[in-house]
């Protein structure tokens, strides 16, 4: 399974970036996908993730900003972040997970948000 990242870049306080993720799998397969992140100094943490019944979790921080979604057609996974903040930055990962121990992760994608 390969996971493809990709939609990172350099935004401003306030603006918006699309985060994709393709996969050679076929993402309604797996019993998970999601976001991780890893700012500067830090241990890579959760970001969203949206199992395969659909459900979504996100992380505190990131609640009402940013929404996680995926296309079964394209087998894409998106996170779409609005109102990023400075601490918004980080290379930001995907993921998929099957039950019980098989987790894939894509390249990473910086993000970086400046004042």
């Known amino acids: 399974v390969q996971l493809q990242a990709s939609g990172g870049g350099s935004v401003q306080v306030g603006g918006s970036l699309r985060l994709s993720c393709a996969t050679s799998g076929t993402i309604g397969t797996f019993d998970a996908v999601g976001w991780y992140r890893q700012a500067p100094g830090k241990q890579r943490a959760m970001v969203a993730r949206?199992?395969?019944?659909?459900?979504?979790n996100y992380v505190d921080s990131v609640k009402g900003r940013f929404t996680i979604s995926r296309d079964t057609a394209k087998n894409t996974l998106y996170l779409q972040m609005n109102s990023l903040k400075l601490e918004d930055t980080a290379v930001y990962y995907c993921?998929?997970?099957?039950?019980?121990?098989?987790?894939?992760w894509g390249q990473g994608t910086q993000v970086t948000v400046s004042s």
């Open positions: 993921y998929a997970y099957k039950i019980p121990f098989s987790t894939y």
């Open positions: 949206i199992t395969s019944e659909g459900t979504t």
